[in-house]
């Protein structure tokens, strides 16, 4: 065969991830004509489009190397001869991590590779270079900094000159007064001087939605804290919305439960250091996955896992809370992470199935998730050690996912799961809270719900066990097997009974359409008492009412856009788009 063809099937590749890269910047540089213009609902289907690029490329490409590659596609020896070409070709790139990844998707959709093959498979870029997320070099990434020593009013002038959309400001002496206020305020609470500072900003803007955020820092004598400055474009023009410096602030708006953002970085690597740096312990998978990047940020959790079980001893066991009808949930405790596996039947009353569930998570991944719904990435094909899994949970995989994992030697293999961040399920931690606490976190449930209806998202399954807390306790969902649109249901009042023995009856005396949602039933499933239950009625009683889900599904059957801030704001501001 000779070196030809595995040369020209590595430069092919390489232009595939070429040509793939190109139209993800492509879809990406939209999102500042979306913001200028106003036209939310289409960046909405932008963001769509752009997910679902990687996926149509690979396959397209892999449907291309069949052609080039006849009899030779399924020949391990072909494979590594193309592997080393093509690392010779990415051996320069800025982001060659993402070129090895993009061969890796290619590779184990030819052989159906269970667990790793590094004979035809990348290993972590990093891990064979000796890289690391070390801070950014000078230079790495293209930044607006404001010069050394000057006033900080003069400074914020600067940076907010230097984005793309100044001259749509509503009011740019405003805008510079209003974040220059407000980082006085910060640096005057934390008892900094604001005397010689340094600002800067990375010049890609961040887009998400409806807005638009300037990323950096601000720096001192001896301290350093992020900056992101917000905007928002209602229909005066764009506004200074928000100022945020603080890791509370800013990793919540980096999260699992968050869209991902569009900015054209020319190279990722450095941006990811750079927000490593700007949020330090964050993890860099979800750096990865939250600027776009999903699978590379599925790649870097995948490494990432399998170095720590290299290094700890505990068993993977299930995690806390109720055992579900439709995944077994499991978790390892000294990670942040949980594992969800489909069973192969699901107990009444569910009547769901299996493929219906896959779309679900589907739709989340697509979906705004507005801050409220866990971003769980999808894993094929996992080999692990069966003596990591408690009996009991290996027992209850075998038996009850018995299509998905399955025993092969000293390894259990698990052919589909989804991984996602741990949090602790509300139930529990309402359980274990204190009176506050357990206020507080129900008035974030009903928000929470608040939320995902105005992203046009109803839970379906409302009880606490479905909802988490994150570490910054914020409440978000994480049961997906029976969500469904809000313009997909009918809210109906709950009819009156019409004598004493409709009144008893354990089952509805009346019609029930399979679409029919009673919200005045919510309260009496959710099992709040006392406290927590006037709580709930005091801050979100209207949510029991099927005027407020009627209202809002036709505010969604008009397009009209309803927007979740995903910040809080230190002021009132009239800022709606």
């Known amino acids: 065969m000779g070196q030809e063809l595995p040369r020209r099937t590595a430069a092919e ?104 093959n590094r004979d035809v498979e990348f290993a972590s870029v990093a891990d064979e270079e000796g890289e690391s997320h070390a801070a950014p070099q000078p230079g790495d990434l293209p930044v607006c900094a404001a010069r050394h020593g000057i006033p900080l009013l003069a400074a914020v002038e600067h940076l907010l000159s230097g984005a793309p959309w100044a001259r749509h400001y509503a009011d740019s002496s405003a805008a510079a007064h209003f974040v220059a206020d407000e980082i006085a305020a910060v640096l005057s609470a934390r008892l900094l001087n604001p005397k010689d500072l340094k600002l800067e900003v990375l010049q890609p803007v961040f887009y998400r ?220 931690f309402i359980r274990e809270a204190s009176p506050d606490a357990a206020r507080r976190v129900i008035r974030d449930y009903g928000q929470a719900i608040r939320d995902l ?17 994150s570490r910054h306790g914020r409440v978000v969902f994480y049961d997906y097997d029976e969500l469904c649109l809000v313009t997909e249901c009918t809210f109906r009042d709950l009819p009156t009974a019409r004598d004493d023995e409709d009144e008893m009856r354990a089952e509805p005396w009346f019609f029930v359409g399979t679409t029919d949602v009673f919200p005045e039933q919510f309260l009496e499933f959710l099992g709040l008492r006392g406290d927590l239950r006037e709580e709930f009625l005091r801050q979100h009683g209207d949510l029991l009412t099927a005027d407020y889900w009627r209202s809002l599904k036709a505010c969604h059957l008009a397009e009209r856009h309803l927007e979740v801030v995903p910040y809080t704001r230190r002021r009132a501001v009239d800022s709606s788009p």
């Open 453 to 469: 209806a105005l992203s046009n998202v109803f839970p379906g399954d409302l009880l606490l066990k479905n909802f988490g807390v």
């Open 13 to 116: 590749i390489f232009g595939a991830f070429e040509d793939y890269n190109h139209a993800f910047r492509a879809l990406t540089r939209r999102a500042e004509r979306r913001f200028v213009e106003r036209e939310w609902q289409l960046g909405q289907r932008d963001a769509v489009e752009r997910i679902e690029l990687y996926d149509r490329r690979v396959e397209k490409c892999l449907a291309d190397l069949v052609g080039r590659l006849g009899r030779h596609i399924a020949e391990e020896s072909t494979w590594r001869e193309i592997k080393a070409e093509f690392a010779s070709l990415i051996a320069t790139c800025p982001d060659r991590k993402f070129d090895a990844t993009f061969f890796n998707s290619l590779t184990r959709k030819v052989f159906k590779t269970v667990g790793m």
């Open 209 to 428: 939605a409806t807005r638009a955020f300037l990323v950096g820092k601000v720096a001192g004598d001896g301290w350093t804290l992020p900056l992101i400055i917000a905007f928002a474009h209602p229909d005066s023009g764009i506004v200074a919305d928000a100022v945020m410096m603080s890791e509370y602030e800013v990793r919540p708006l980096f999260g699992f439960s968050r869209s991902y953002f569009h900015a054209d970085l020319p190279a990722v690597e450095p941006a990811v250091r750079y927000l490593s740096a700007i949020m330090p312990g964050k993890p860099v998978d979800e750096i990865y996955t939250v600027l776009g990047r999903a699978k590379q940020g599925k790649t870097e959790r995948y490494r990432s896992l399998f170095r720590h079980l290299a290094r700890s001893t505990d068993s993977f066991v299930h995690a806390e809370g109720i055992r579900g009808m439709v995944m077994i949930v499991f978790t390892l405790y000294s990670s942040e992470l949980v594992f969800k596996v489909i069973r192969d039947r699901f107990a009444e009353p569910k009547t769901t199935s299996r493929e219906e569930v896959m779309e679900k998570y589907q739709f989340v991944f697509q979906h705004d998730r507005v801050g409220r719904l866990v971003d769980a990435q999808e894993f094929r094909q996992l080999r692990f050690p069966k003596t990591r899994f408690a009996p009991e949970l290996l027992e209850e995989l075998l038996m009850s996912s018995s299509a998905t994992c399955r025993l092969d030697g000293n390894d259990l293999i698990i052919s589909h799961l989804y991984m996602e961040r741990r949090m602790k399920p509300l139930d529990v």
